[in-house]
């Protein structure tokens, strides 16, 4: 949408996000994936994620036009084998070392090849991700160097180890603000600019409020968490920008997770489609995007990357990405 306020003489641009999709066409998705997983022990895996993330990204429009996901069941599913080899080999060295009578050693190979892996699958899963997901025909794409990327991510770890887990916030805001600031979406850069006392001081207020209230304050907890990591994004494209805010509030997010709750409860787990459509269209219809960057003036610039064994790395060890 484009208003006629202006800052500085510009056009403020105001896009909207919507998410399209209905409860009823994602259950029958999730079904067929899960009975063919069950008929394929589990080989449909790739296929069934493609399709989901598909159906997701094709039902979100901006300004009137659809995101779409552009990876295929074929390239996870190679992924997917280079990973099982990965795994295969550490548990086979652990095995043996073990069998050496060297279980030391054994856990120690373990506890650093996790080390290792865990920043090398949230940089390969992010790259993925990103270059299959496209706008109009423009691609988001991930620059972040992996060597970086795995010293900066060891470094965090270490200093929340040795912190008792004190520098966690800091960590997580170090890590998110490089993940973030090497995002883009053709030829726009996001930057994010968390901070971690910040991030530290609202995350002890929240836990200690949810005490006091006997956990009533955590629908609160959770929208100041969802208001931290959009507020502090940013797209900048030339001298142009767009900045992101939040309006959920902790009502909102109690009346969300109460009813998906309840849904969760009175159908034995199947209503799953519609707690994850519900959530996914609570959050994008708060989030309020405003700036100057017109949409159109961006070009393509990123590059398609099609391996996906950092996507399956990361679904292997349950990790969220971003």
């Keep these: 949408m484009q208003q006629p306020?202006?800052?500085?003489?510009d056009v403020l641009n105001t896009p909207s996000l919507s998410f399209h999709g209905s409860g009823e066409t994602y259950f029958g998705i999730l079904i067929v994936n899960m009975l063919l997983m069950i008929v394929t022990l589990g080989f449909y895996y790739p296929w069934a994620k493609a399709k989901e993330l598909q159906f997701l990204y094709s039902s979100t429009e901006m300004e009137g036009s659809r995101f779409s996901w552009n990876g295929t069941g074929a390239e996870i599913f190679k992924g997917f084998i280079k990973a099982v080899g990965i795994f295969a080999a550490l548990i086979t060295i652990v095995y043996i070392f073990n069998a050496m009578g060297l279980p030391f050693l054994?856990?120690?190979?373990?506890?650093?090849?996790?080390?290792?892996?865990?920043?090398?699958?949230i940089h390969g899963s992010t790259r993925y991700h990103w270059s299959r997901t496209a706008w109009r025909s423009i691609r988001f794409g991930y620059r972040g160097?992996?060597?970086?990327?795995?010293?900066?991510?060891?470094?965090?770890?270490?200093?929340?180890?040795?912190?008792?887990?004190?520098?966690?916030?800091?960590?997580?805001?170090?890590?998110?603000?490089?993940?973030?600031?090497?995002?883009?979406?053709?030829?726009?850069?996001?930057?994010y600019e968390g901070d971690g006392w910040?991030?530290?001081?609202?995350?002890?207020?929240?836990?200690?409020?949810?005490?006091?209230?006997?956990?009533?304050?955590?629908?609160?907890?959770?929208?100041?968490?969802?208001?931290?990591?959009?507020?502090?994004?940013?797209?900048?494209?030339?001298?142009?920008s767009y900045?992101?805010?939040?309006?959920?509030?902790?009502?909102?997010?109690?009346?969300?997770?109460?009813?998906?709750m309840l849904i969760f409860i009175f159908t034995l787990g199947f209503g799953f489609a519609w707690i994850q459509v519900r959530t996914i269209k609570f959050m994008l219809a708060n989030?309020?995007?405003?700036?100057?960057?017109?949409?159109?003036?961006?070009?393509?610039?990123?590059?398609?990357y099609r391996n996906a064994m950092g996507e399956d790395l990361a679904d292997m060890l349950d990790l969220g990405v971003i």
């Design 5 to 9: 306020n202006s800052r500085q003489g």
């Design 106 to 121: 054994s856990v120690l190979v373990y506890l650093v090849s996790l080390l290792l892996l865990i920043p090398y699958a």
């Design 145 to 191: 160097d992996r060597n970086e990327f795995i010293k900066l991510f060891i470094k965090e770890m270490l200093l929340t180890l040795v912190t008792f887990g004190i520098y966690g916030s800091w960590a997580a805001m170090n890590i998110r603000n490089y993940v973030m600031g090497h995002l883009r979406f053709g030829s726009g850069e996001f930057s």
């Design 198 to 240: 910040e991030y530290f001081k609202m995350n002890i207020k929240g836990y200690f409020l949810t005490l006091f209230t006997l956990g009533i304050y955590v629908f609160w907890w959770q929208a100041d968490i969802f208001r931290y990591s959009i507020d502090h994004m940013r797209l900048q494209h030339g001298n142009k």
């Design 243 to 260: 900045n992101f805010q939040s309006k959920a509030t902790g009502g909102g997010f109690a009346g969300l997770l109460i009813v998906n």
């Design 287 to 304: 989030v309020e995007i405003d700036g100057d960057i017109t949409l159109a003036d961006l070009q393509q610039t990123e590059e398609e």
